[in-house]
């Protein structure tokens, strides 16, 4: 069965330095792969998506995920964050022909000052 | 307006009420889904609905009932609640685009449930 791993429960960065969130799934069949963001009280919003084609893919906010079939990772990278990217990531893999997603345990972003 | 909504937002009851979330969403998609929420442990399914005649058991069933009232409503039950069932629970939906299944789903803004 499908699995998510999100090896960090809890990345702290400085405003402005770049990040990595580490994701890695468990099956190297055919999948879709997601990030969501959960803003503090709030729900899931989907930050960006990898279905098929280029393995760069990018959101309208400065985020990009690379997709990685021979390491099964899917990490996504900002060169600069803002305070305003302060929340709560979720990377969720499908099986290409599947009806569900499987959500990753969730890594929280702390910005520093 | 939201295309996914749910109701309660926040809901404090006590063991062995029986509770009912709902879910009610525009975006004319066919799958629901329901998941609970709990700090550390990311999202699990509870149930998922691909129409109205169609219901599936997630990864965590045991103590919870669902209906799909129609393609646009499904609910949530709680029969007899229980302290852990204390949760954020969130709604979310899926569908085709021009016949593509990829699914992407959207997300209600979730129900904080507690069971004293």
């Known amino acids: 069965a499908q699995s998510v791993t999100q090896l960090d429960s809890q990345v702290p960065v400085f405003e402005e330095a770049p990040v990595e969130l580490r994701c890695n799934y468990s099956?190297?069949?055919?999948?879709?792969l997601f990030w969501y963001v959960q803003y503090p009280n709030q729900g899931l919003q989907l930050l960006l998506k990898?279905?098929?084609?280029?393995?760069l893919v990018k959101s309208i906010n400065g985020f990009e995920a690379e997709f990685n079939k021979s390491q099964t990772s899917f990490h996504l990278r900002k060169p600069s964050v803002h305070i305003s990217d302060t929340a709560e990531y979720f990377c969720?893999?499908?099986?290409?022909?599947?009806?569900?997603?499987?959500f990753g345990k969730g890594t929280r972003l702390h910005i520093l000052p | 307006d939201a295309d996914v909504t749910q109701t309660p937002r926040n809901r404090i009851t006590k063991t062995g009420k029986r509770i009912m979330l709902e879910c009610s969403q525009t975006?004319?998609?066919?799958?629901m889904y329901w998941y609970r929420q709990d700090p550390g442990l990311g999202l699990r399914l509870i149930y998922y609905?691909?129409?109205?005649?169609?219901?599936n058991k997630g990864e965590i069933s045991d103590g919870y009932s669902v209906s799909r009232q129609a393609q646009a409503k499904f609910s949530l039950s709680l029969e007899s609640a229980i302290p852990n069932q204390t949760a954020l629970y969130f709604c979310?939906?899926?569908?085709?685009?021009?016949?593509?299944?990829?699914?992407?789903?959207?997300f209600g803004p979730g129900t904080r449930l507690t069971v004293l």
């Open positions: 975006k004319g998609h066919d799958r």
């Open positions: 609905s691909f129409d109205v005649k169609d219901i």
């Open positions: 990898y279905l098929s084609g280029s393995t």
């Open positions: 969720a893999v499908s099986d290409y022909g599947d009806d569900k997603i499987i």
């Open positions: 099956s190297s069949v055919s999948v879709y």
């Open positions: 979310a939906t899926s569908g085709s685009s021009s016949g593509l299944v990829n699914n992407e789903q959207f």
